[in-house]
Structure formats: structure tokens, C-alpha cells
């Protein structure tokens, strides 16, 4: 063992003082390996962006009058929901560019499973677990619907990463989109109220007509722990009201996963098993397909770095690329669950 170490210590070292001292490049067979692993991950991140970009150039992006009805179920974020009328059209009520960005695909996909429920009319009542900073309680308010917006509280250990990283609603002036309504409409309808989703308070159950999170429950510290919100979310809904929720997918394997950790990938089977539970509940389910799409960009796979982290080099270099992704190696993606309650 002890010969083992030594070895992989001067593959992976060479002769550090020479490194150290004169500043010349580390010989060592490990280094001359891995040394440009980091510019490779640059360049595959440039070209996708300027993919990307020459599509998004290419397509006739239109301001639809009426988002439509397309009968979306359980689905993934694919480049062509990203092209479709009915994304198209959210992003012109979000004001924000269409691009190839999964984080786009989830606010288009649950503003447009609520539209086809009927849900997006003045007086519907709507929680929002895990919120952040997200735009959807201020259109929400400009509709003239009542809003909670819930997060973690602010002490809670759990919370300080997403407060560093503005991905946490520590105040209700973290929702507030001045471009999506008035700060009058958002204070009459919108309220903030410090939830943890793994123990949802019994004084929310049958509140609201609809309940919705954009990528919150796969956060929650295991898949188990994820699987349960799903299912007690439902509490929340007077019945016929619809929970529509969003979490990672892991998409191409079935016998391993990311599990009991910050961040947890969920699999074909993981998702089949919350669908069983809401079945069995007496939950109305639109159809399911989890096809990750065939498009180039379905194909593309974004890797780290990513802005958010200090080694990101992109600066101008927008993350346009980012329908799929690696997360901690597993190739991943957004899918999206939606049940009704009885």
C-alpha cells in the first residue's frame, strides 16, 4: 500500500520543487493528462453557446396573442417545447428571451399547465413552496390572484447557501418584478410565509386551488424526502385544485443515482413511484412522457463550470446551451409532474 501511494504521489506531483521554484510546467504523467481538461470543458461550452445562439437567430420568435391549450403533462425540457407557441408566448408575458435554458422551459411549463386548467384567472388562490427570487408571484399579481410565497426561514442552516446565492426569499421584496406589476397589485395579493416542505403545516391543507415549486423538492435531502412533498403537497389543494411541480431528472440511468445528498436525481422509477402514491391518493394524472427529445441541443450536455461558480470564465458568454446538463456526472435534465386533486 505504502509503494502504491508513493507512486500515484509522483505521477501526480513530479518534481514539485522544480514546479515551485522556477516556475516551469509539472512533467508529471497525471498533469500532462489532465492539464487541458479545463480549457476542452471551455471550448465544448463556447461552441454550444454559439450553437445555441445561431438557432435562437434562426427562428421566427413571434408574439402570440393567446398561449393555446396543448394538453402538457408529466414532460421534460426539450428544445422544441423551447420553440413551441406555447413557451414563446410565456416568455413575452415574463419579458424574458426564449433561450435554450431549462430554467426558461420551467416557468413557461407550469404558467402553462395552470393556463389549461383554468387557473390563471383573477381570484384563484396559489402557494409557491421554495420560491427564491422566481417571477411568478408578481404575474401572478397582475392577474389578480392571491399568492404565498413560501421559503425556508432565514436561520435555518439549510437556507444560507440559497441566500448567498440569491436563490432564496428572505423578504418579499426578492419576488417583486417591478416589469410584471405594481408594487400595489403585488402587496394586495401577495403574502410570505416561512415553510419547510418536508413538514408542511396542517393549517395550509385545502387553502388554495393551485400549489406549484420550480426545481425545490429534489433540494430536500434525499429522493424519499422529495417523494413525500409531492404527495402532502396535494393537502394544500381544495379539491379539483392542481399541484404542478418541477426537479431534476436523471434520464440515463436506472441503477444508480445521487441519493441522500444537497441535491438528489430522480429516475424513471422514482418518478413512477410518486405517481403510484398520487394514484393511490385519488389523483387525476395527465398522460406521462418523459422522452428527453432528439434535437441537437436534447443532445448537448452543459458541464461545469457555470456562472454562479467562482471558476466560470464566460464573461459575455451567456449560458444559452442549457436544456441538459451534468450534475456531479449524471447526465440531467427539468421534468415535470402534474396531478389534480379529487
Known amino acids: 500500500m505504502d509503494n502504491l501511494i508513493q507512486r500515484l504521489n509522483e505521477l501526480l506531483h513530479g518534481n514539485m520543487d522544480l514546479v515551485d521554484n522556477q516556475q516551469h510546467p509539472n512533467g508529471s504523467p497525471l498533469n500532462i493528462a489532465l492539464r487541458d481538461l479545463a480549457n476542452i470543458k471551455w471550448n465544448i461550452k463556447t461552441l454550444g453557446t454559439e450553437l445555441a445562439g445561431l438557432l435562437y437567430k434562426q427562428r421566427l420568435v413571434r408574439n402570440w396573442d393567446a398561449p393555446g391549450v396543448h394538453g402538457l403533462g408529466w414532460r421534460c425540457s426539450t428544445q422544441a417545447d423551447i420553440e413551441s407557441q406555447w413557451s414563446e408566448y410565456w416568455?413575452?408575458?415574463?419579458?424574458?428571451?426564449?433561450?435554450?435554458?431549462?430554467?426558461?422551459?420551467?416557468?413557461?411549463?407550469?404558467?402553462?399547465?395552470?393556463?389549461?386548467?383554468?387557473?390563471?384567472?383573477?381570484?384563484?388562490?396559489?402557494?409557491?413552496?421554495?420560491?427564491?427570487?422566481?417571477?411568478?408571484?408578481?404575474?401572478?399579481?397582475?392577474?389578480?390572484?392571491?399568492?404565498?410565497?413560501?421559503?425556508?426561514?432565514?436561520?435555518?442552516?439549510?437556507?444560507?447557501?440559497?441566500?448567498?446565492?440569491?436563490q432564496h426569499t428572505s423578504t418579499l421584496d426578492k419576488c417583486f418584478k417591478d416589469h410584471l406589476c405594481?408594487?400595489?397589485?403585488?402587496?394586495?395579493?401577495?403574502?410570505?410565509?416561512?415553510?419547510?416542505?418536508?413538514?408542511?403545516?396542517?393549517?395550509?391543507?385545502?387553502?388554495?386551488?393551485?400549489?406549484?415549486?420550480?426545481?425545490?423538492?429534489?433540494?430536500l435531502g434525499s429522493i424519499q424526502a422529495?417523494?413525500?412533498?409531492?404527495?402532502?403537497?396535494?393537502?394544500?389543494?381544495?379539491?379539483?385544485?392542481?399541484?404542478?411541480?418541477?426537479?431534476?431528472?436523471?434520464?440515463?440511468?436506472?441503477?444508480?443515482?445521487?441519493?441522500?445528498?444537497?441535491?438528489?436525481?430522480?429516475?424513471?422509477?422514482?418518478l413512477m413511484a410518486i405517481k403510484e402514491r398520487l394514484v393511490a391518493a385519488g389523483c387525476q394524472l395527465p398522460p406521462i412522457n418523459l422522452d428527453v427529445g432528439s434535437n441537437v441541443l436534447?443532445?448537448?450536455?452543459?458541464?461545469?463550470?457555470?456562472?454562479?461558480?467562482?471558476?466560470?470564465?464566460?464573461?459575455?458568454?451567456?449560458?444559452?446551451?442549457?436544456?441538459?446538463?451534468?450534475?456531479?456526472?449524471f447526465p440531467a435534465t427539468c421534468v415535470g409532474l402534474v396531478a389534480v386533486r379529487p
Open 91 to 166: 416568455c413575452e408575458r415574463l419579458k424574458i428571451a426564449p433561450l435554450y435554458h431549462r430554467k426558461v422551459w420551467e416557468l413557461g411549463y407550469v404558467l402553462q399547465v395552470l393556463h389549461e386548467h383554468g387557473m390563471l384567472v383573477s381570484g384563484k388562490r396559489g402557494i409557491g413552496f421554495g420560491c427564491g427570487e422566481e417571477p411568478l408571484p408578481s404575474l401572478f399579481s397582475s392577474i389578480g390572484i392571491r399568492v404565498t410565497v413560501t421559503d425556508l426561514p432565514p436561520i435555518d442552516a439549510g437556507a444560507r447557501g440559497w441566500i448567498d446565492t440569491s
Open 182 to 219: 405594481t408594487r400595489d397589485e403585488f402587496d394586495r395579493h401577495v403574502d410570505l410565509r416561512y415553510v419547510d416542505m418536508t413538514s408542511i403545516p396542517d393549517d395550509l391543507d385545502g387553502q388554495y386551488d393551485f400549489c406549484w415549486s420550480i426545481c425545490a423538492f429534489e433540494h
Open 226 to 270: 422529495g417523494q413525500d412533498f409531492v404527495a402532502n403537497s396535494i393537502r394544500t389543494l381544495k379539491p379539483g385544485g392542481i399541484a404542478v411541480h418541477t426537479t431534476e431528472f436523471n434520464f440515463a440511468y436506472e441503477d444508480k443515482t445521487i441519493d441522500t445528498w444537497p441535491t438528489v436525481l430522480f429516475r424513471r422509477k422514482d
Open 298 to 329: 436534447d443532445r448537448f450536455i452543459d458541464i461545469p463550470p457555470f456562472p454562479h461558480q467562482p471558476e466560470y470564465m464566460g464573461i459575455g458568454l451567456e449560458p444559452r446551451a442549457h436544456l441538459k446538463v451534468s450534475v456531479d456526472g
